[in-house]
């Protein structure tokens, strides 16, 4: 299986820098998420100290004797040095002390000691779920240093997240801008190229119209060949509308779907192999009239249909069904017995540049789903393929 070149180097490269790019951005949320949890826990062994240091302070001012002359300077520095780890201090099985829990110490709120109580116990419990009280003894009696974390440590444990979520959603924004900026270059392109072409080809166009005129004149020219000629430039002037109207907003017209894909494959019956086995059925029970831009939809009919031809290497059976889906849409299915595709190659597959022929430029089906899908407002896809047994096409309008 083969791609164009151009079109192959381009994709491959844009799909290699993004592989490059979304490892770099694995590795930074990683290393965020490693950095922040490193910090994270720095501070809580920090903090954990500090209530260490907290309960053996506690019991050597307890172990004292009152009259005694040792000086309590440094207990008390290192008591009032906590300002940001919520503690409470337990002895005989009841909280007689607390530190840097703002509930408390917000006056606007009235504890009575019973109310106080028991939120330092519910506060207890939940301390003691997150951290093991500090145990510390004095004498025969125990005592309980309960701990959480600070406000600082609770926020390092969602800050990388919350970064990394803002991180996802500017680059998200990012790369919406960049595929519409890209997608615009692309329109631009694909108008640029049509209009380019439809221009090129009208002027021979005109010039073999006149000549077969010329040739008419002439008493011994065979006017059944000049009619014939004149069939073909009449195909090459459709050709040329349809890369018109693919170049600009093409006119929409009230149609009949399925007598337009039934003449489309009429014609085409008798252009392709005669060892294609063609089956048509159009199971509509009323026509569907529809606004489409008629060259279009032939073209894309056809496009399948040649594609398909190739698939089976031009002997095999080609089915184009033409149904009504849950939604009452039309359904067209355009089945081959041919080579089948993998799952890969089903993913590739309306990507410019990708063609499994030899000689293909990987156009077609592109301008198949532009078509369809940017124009008539539908849908084209693989319905079903399996490798050896062949592929359908479903193009819903």
Not at 225 to 236: A, Q, Y
Not at 359 to 383: D, F, N, P, S
Request: net charge neutral; charged share 25%.
């Amino acid at each position: 299986m083969k791609s164009n070149r151009l079109f192959h180097d381009l994709y491959v490269n844009i799909s290699t820098k993004r592989l490059i790019i979304t490892a770099l951005l694995l590795v930074l949320v990683l290393g965020l998420l490693f950095y922040f949890n490193e910090v994270r826990k720095s501070l809580e062994d920090r903090e954990e100290k500090y209530a260490q240091l907290y309960a053996e302070s506690i019991r050597f001012t307890i172990e004292q004797d009152p009259e005694s002359d040792c000086d309590y300077t440094f207990v008390e520095e290192v008591l009032s040095a906590n300002e940001t780890v919520p503690t409470i201090l337990v002895t005989g099985g009841s909280p007689m002390d607390y530190r840097n829990i703002p509930e408390l110490d917000d006056s606007t709120r009235k504890f009575t000691a019973d109310k106080k109580l028991k939120y330092l116990l519910s506060k207890m419990d939940e301390m003691k779920a997150e951290h093991t009280p500090i145990e510390f003894i004095v004498g025969k009696d125990k005592g309980y240093v309960y701990y959480s974390n600070s406000t600082i440590v609770t926020q390092l444990r969602y800050f990388p997240y919350i970064l990394i979520v803002t991180f996802l959603i500017f680059g998200s924004l990012a790369f919406i801008a960049y595929s519409s900026s890209r997608k615009a270059e692309q329109n631009r392109v694909w108008v640029g190229l049509a209009k380019e072409t439809a221009h090129q080809l009208g002027t021979p166009i005109s010039g073999l119209m006149g000549w077969i005129e010329v040739l008419k004149i002439n008493p011994d020219f065979d006017n059944s060949i000049g009619e014939e000629m004149l069939k073909d430039i009449s195909r090459l002037e459709t050709i040329t509308n349809r890369f018109s109207n693919i170049g600009s907003e093409p006119t929409m017209k009230e149609e009949n779907v399925g007598e337009l894909i039934e003449t489309t494959v009429e014609y085409l019956k008798k252009r392709i192999s005669t060892k294609i086995n063609w089956s048509l059925k159009n199971n509509l029970d009323k026509p569907y009239i529809h606004k489409i831009n008629k060259n279009l939809i032939e073209w894309v009919v056809e496009n399948l249909c040649k594609n398909a031809v190739d698939a089976m290497g031009g002997i095999g059976n080609l089915a184009i069904e033409m149904n009504y889906n849950q939604a009452g849409k039309l359904a067209v299915d355009i089945t081959d017995t041919g080579k089948g595709m993998t799952n890969a190659i089903q993913r590739k597959v309306f990507n410019p540049g990708f063609s499994t022929k030899k000689r293909g430029w990987g156009l077609g089906l592109t301008l198949a789903k532009r078509i369809i899908e940017t124009y008539h407002g539908g849908q084209i896809y693989v319905l079903k393929s399996e490798v050896g047994k062949g592929t359908t096409f479903r193009i819903i309008l």
